[in-house]
């Protein structure tokens, strides 16, 4: 069942292709061609006081009503559910799903006992479903105990949305042990199978797992890749040795890397067993499976750790022609924190590489906890690349803990004069090393000042994970000078800052300004009128990486904005020649910041746009965020189905490239987009 998440949102799509094929043929056109339709508009002012929305709820059109309830869904206003839940009994289907999915968005309980009235009397099988996710969303433990007394008598097919609901509802610390046995039956369905073990991951019951041991070993040998992972994961929690043989074995020789790497987590808890594992993992000719066995091994006490480990660390950092760059700086790392100060030299002969490798050599340096580390790490923090510099604060930071007053202040002294450098991820790094408690609270305190002073340029969008970090200074110490430029943050457009310049006066103050922070934001185009005609033009993209071609398709009727925004910056070439900065094993990958940092963006912001067909099944291709409506050009391959992001980032397209989306590490290029007709 490989790829079930996303052939459900296909069935999704042909099951309602009646229902939208006005939609599709009409509004859709609309919106790609001349003009954006008035709701989609209306939806990107977030903005429900003037009532234009709710007008088109009661519209005779069941296409205005679904799309107005979609509206209200990305805007995640509270408000509106009132207007919404009378909504839940439309005679339209379509209505009905869109209406539950906005009320989902909300997260508020008071929906939930209406979506549990309305479940078991819904025929249409995709309404009820969405009523079902939407409960997980907003339902309190009450609300899953009746879920769980009304899931069997629900169609079969109905089952895996109970067992993703189950999992909602863990991801938000609601259990029960009620529904996790109903998730252990649910593993004997072919259909549900990969979501109730997903639930039970989830879930992470070790007394349940022992309960139901002899049925999820043999899980590992299910045809499906993702049932497979999930149970490698779940076998975690177990004791028995024929699930820990189980777990070894499929972290060994499992066909698909990404069961391997699970497998490989889940060998830390198998303690001073997994060590001489983890060691021959490192050698794995599959990069993600070695660097899961390197982070793992880095987790392990230093006495489960074999002790001639040193030796064989040494060998990997020098071997360039065995081993890639990015399994040096892993084993660098932990060479640095089993040999400490003894490291230190070795660690300096690799300071003249490029700024990756190099940077992971500086983090290692930050390990070894040495104060012979400090020139070198000083000398670093001169350097001409923000990724350099930010390694060399963050370990600087590192080494200075629990040193005395004079070495912290030498610390601090150094880091400041950074700060003038206007660059975001060196100045998050100086920030956060002010926000470290580790440093005397005395010394901290001298460097507001110019915490204040550099505060005063900072501006949205661009700078909000700094503006955050920043703040978190400012409440960390209690700094009243900071208190005006709170207070004419709580009026910024971006409601992250909002939020935390309302929590970060509270701090300061112990007045509640929360309520001071509730504005609508502007919404500022990124684009000119003429080019919305390129929605209709362009329906995919080919993006050409130093490691393949990953061909993306886009969805431009769940998330039209946002699917303009990439068209518009490929036509520029914004990302040609950008690295991938971020990948997690069986995760992600993360591109498109021009400053290959994680900081960068394309210097303005677009809305969230969420969807209920927007499904995070493997090759999503979503945004990156740092919250809500902060998106601009970073975007995200997923390698698995990630249900936990669904609703929560904007899905622009798909692709199924995972062969070469597999093959992507940090510092893989982007070489080129080609837009497609």
Same mark, same amino acid.
């Given at each position: 069942?490989?790829?079930?998440?996303?052939?459900?949102?296909?069935?999704?799509?042909?099951?309602?292709?009646?229902?939208?094929?006005?939609?599709?043929? !009409?509004?859709?056109?609309?919106?790609?061609?001349?003009?954006?339709?008035?709701?989609?508009?209306?939806?990107?002012?977030?903005?429900?006081?003037?009532?234009?929305?709710?007008?088109?709820?009661?519209?005779?059109?069941?296409?205005?009503?679904?799309?107005?309830?979609?509206?209200?869904?990305?805007?995640?206003?509270?408000?509106? %559910?009132?207007?919404?839940?009378?909504?839940?009994?439309? #005679?339209?289907?379509?209505? /009905?799903? #869109?209406?539950?999915?906005?009320?989902?968005?909300?997260?508020?309980?008071?929906?939930?006992?209406?979506?549990?009235?309305?479940?078991?009397?819904?025929?249409?099988?995709?309404?009820?479903?969405?009523?079902?996710?939407?409960?997980?969303?907003?339902?309190?433990?009450?609300?899953?105990?009746?879920?769980?007394?009304?899931?069997?008598?629900?169609?079969?097919?109905?089952?895996?949305?109970?067992?993703?609901?189950?999992?909602?509802?863990?991801?938000?610390?609601?259990?029960?042990?009620?529904?996790?046995?109903?998730?252990?039956?649910?593993?004997?369905?072919?259909? *549900?199978?990969?979501m109730a073990v997903y639930a039970l991951m989830r879930i992470a019951? *070790?007394?349940?797992?022992?309960?139901?041991?002899?049925? +999820?070993?043999?899980?590992?040998?299910?045809?499906?890749?993702?049932?497979?992972?999930?149970?490698?994961?779940?076998?975690?929690?177990?004791?028995?040795?024929?699930?820990?043989?189980?777990?070894?074995?499929?972290?060994?020789?499992?066909?698909?890397?990404?069961?391997?790497?699970?497998?490989?987590?889940?060998?830390?808890?198998? !303690?001073?067993?997994? #060590?001489?594992?983890?060691?021959?993992?490192?050698?794995?000719?599959?990069?993600?499976?070695?660097?899961?066995?390197?982070?793992?091994?880095?987790?392990?006490?230093?006495?489960?750790?074999?002790?001639?480990?040193?030796?064989?660390?040494?060998?990997?950092?020098?071997?360039?022609?065995?081993?890639?760059? /990015?399994?040096?700086?892993?084993?660098?790392?932990?060479?640095?924190?089993?040999?400490?100060?003894?490291?230190?030299?070795?660690?300096?002969?690799?300071?003249?590489?490029?700024?990756?490798?190099?940077?992971?050599?500086?983090?290692?340096?930050?390990?070894? /906890?040495?104060?012979?580390?400090?020139?070198?790490?000083?000398?670093?923090?001169?350097?001409?690349?923000?990724?350099?510099?930010?390694?060399?604060? &963050? #370990?600087?930071?590192?080494?200075?803990?629990?040193?005395?007053?004079?070495?912290?202040?030498?610390?601090?002294?150094?880091?400041?004069?950074?700060?003038?450098?206007?660059?975001?991820?060196?100045?998050?790094? =100086?920030?956060?090393?002010?926000?470290?408690?580790?440093?005397? /609270?005395?010394?901290?305190?001298?460097?507001?000042?110019?915490?204040?002073?550099?505060?005063?340029?900072?501006?949205?969008?661009?700078?909000?994970?700094?503006?955050?970090?920043?703040?978190?200074?400012?409440?960390?110490?209690?700094?009243?000078?900071? $208190?005006p430029l709170l207070q004419r943050s709580l009026q910024d457009n971006d409601k992250v800052v909002r939020d935390a310049a309302a929590?970060?006066?509270?701090?300061?103050?112990?007045?509640?300004?929360?309520?001071?922070?509730? $504005?609508?934001?502007?919404?500022?185009?990124?684009?000119?009128?003429?080019?919305?005609?390129?929605?209709?033009?362009?329906? *995919?993209?080919?993006?050409?990486?130093?490691?393949?071609? $990953?061909?993306?398709?886009?969805?431009?009727?769940?998330?039209?904005?946002?699917?303009?925004?990439?068209?518009?910056?490929?036509?520029?070439?914004?990302?040609?020649?950008? %690295?991938?900065?971020?990948?997690?094993?069986? +995760?992600? $990958?993360?591109?498109?910041?021009?400053?290959?940092? !994680?900081?960068?963006?394309?210097?303005?912001?677009?809305?969230?746009?969420?969807?209920?067909?927007?499904?995070?099944?493997?090759?999503?291709?979503?945004?990156?965020?740092?919250?809500?409506?902060?998106?601009?050009? &970073?975007?995200?391959?997923?390698?698995?189905?990630?249900?936990?992001?669904?609703?929560?980032?904007?899905?622009?397209?798909?692709?199924?490239?995972?062969? =070469?989306?597999?093959?992507?590490? =940090?510092?893989?290029?982007?070489?080129?987009?080609?837009?497609?007709?």
């Amino acid at each position: 069942m490989k790829g079930v998440l996303f052939r459900t949102a296909s069935m999704k799509k042909l099951h309602i292709f009646v229902e939208f094929f006005i939609l599709l043929l !009409g509004s859709y056109r609309m919106i790609g061609a001349q003009t954006i339709d008035s709701i989609t508009e209306l939806q990107n002012a977030r903005n429900v006081a003037d009532g234009k929305l709710y007008a088109y709820l009661h519209s005779s059109n069941p296409i205005e009503r679904s799309r107005a309830a979609l509206a209200l869904a990305n805007i995640q206003d509270s408000s509106s %559910i009132p207007v919404l839940l009378p909504m839940l009994d439309d #005679s339209i289907p379509m209505v /009905r799903r #869109s209406v539950a999915f906005a009320l989902g968005q909300t997260g508020r309980q008071e929906a939930a006992k209406y979506l549990i009235r309305r479940i078991p009397l819904d025929a249409d099988a995709m309404s009820a479903q969405e009523e079902i996710d939407a409960l997980a969303k907003c339902g309190n433990g009450e609300d899953l105990k009746t879920l769980i007394a009304i899931a069997p008598r629900l169609p079969g097919r109905i089952q895996r949305s109970v067992a993703l609901s189950i999992a909602r509802f863990a991801i938000r610390r609601i259990k029960d042990s009620l529904a996790t046995e109903y998730a252990a039956s649910l593993i004997g369905n072919s259909e *549900s199978r990969p979501m109730a073990v997903y639930a039970l991951m989830r879930i992470a019951d *070790s007394t349940s797992v022992a309960r139901h041991l002899a049925r +999820f070993i043999p899980l590992m040998d299910d045809s499906s890749a993702e049932t497979r992972m999930w149970t490698g994961s779940l076998l975690s929690l177990a004791s028995d040795s024929l699930a820990r043989a189980a777990v070894v074995s499929h972290a060994v020789d499992d066909p698909d890397w990404r069961v391997r790497v699970n497998c490989v987590r889940a060998l830390k808890s198998q !303690g001073e067993r997994a #060590s001489r594992l983890l060691l021959s993992l490192v050698s794995d000719n599959n990069e993600h499976v070695a660097l899961t066995a390197f982070s793992l091994l880095s987790s392990l006490p230093e006495k489960y750790l074999p002790n001639n480990l040193a030796d064989d660390l040494r060998t990997i950092v020098t071997d360039s022609t065995k081993f890639t760059w /990015r399994e040096r700086g892993e084993a660098a790392l932990l060479f640095a924190a089993v040999l400490k100060e003894r490291s230190v030299s070795l660690l300096c002969n690799y300071l003249k590489t490029e700024p990756l490798f190099r940077a992971k050599i500086i983090s290692a340096l930050g390990e070894t /906890r040495s104060a012979k580390a400090i020139p070198a790490l000083q000398n670093e923090l001169r350097q001409s690349d923000s990724r350099v510099v930010s390694a060399a604060v &963050q #370990s600087y930071e590192n080494v200075i803990v629990n040193k005395d007053s004079a070495v912290q202040a030498e610390f601090t002294e150094k880091i400041l004069p950074l700060l003038a450098r206007r660059d975001l991820s060196v100045s998050f790094s =100086v920030a956060s090393a002010f926000e470290d408690t580790a440093v005397r /609270r005395e010394i901290r305190t001298q460097g507001l000042t110019k915490f204040v002073t550099v505060y005063q340029r900072l501006s949205t969008p661009e700078d909000v994970e700094v503006m955050v970090e920043f703040m978190n200074v400012f409440a960390g110490l209690k700094a009243e000078a900071a $208190i005006p430029l709170l207070q004419r943050s709580l009026q910024d457009n971006d409601k992250v800052v909002r939020d935390a310049a309302a929590r970060a006066l509270h701090e300061i103050t112990g007045t509640d300004y929360a309520p001071s922070a509730a $504005i609508s934001p502007e919404s500022k185009k990124f684009y000119k009128e003429e080019d919305l005609g390129l929605l209709e033009r362009y329906r *995919s993209a080919s993006i050409l990486t130093s490691k393949g071609l $990953i061909t993306i398709d886009f969805r431009p009727d769940e998330a039209p904005y946002t699917v303009l925004n990439f068209i518009v910056l490929a036509k520029k070439h914004f990302f040609d020649g950008l %690295i991938f900065h971020r990948v997690v094993p069986n +995760f992600v $990958i993360q591109g498109g910041d021009p400053q290959g940092t !994680g900081f960068g963006g394309p210097g303005y912001a677009i809305r969230t746009e969420v969807h209920p067909d927007a499904l995070y099944s493997e090759g999503a291709v979503g945004m990156a965020s740092a919250g809500k409506d902060t998106e601009g050009s &970073q975007f995200f391959i997923t390698h698995c189905p990630t249900p936990h992001l669904d609703g929560r980032y904007s899905i622009f397209a798909y692709t199924k490239d995972l062969d =070469v989306v597999g093959k992507i590490q =940090v510092g893989d290029t982007i070489l080129s987009v080609t837009l497609s007709e």
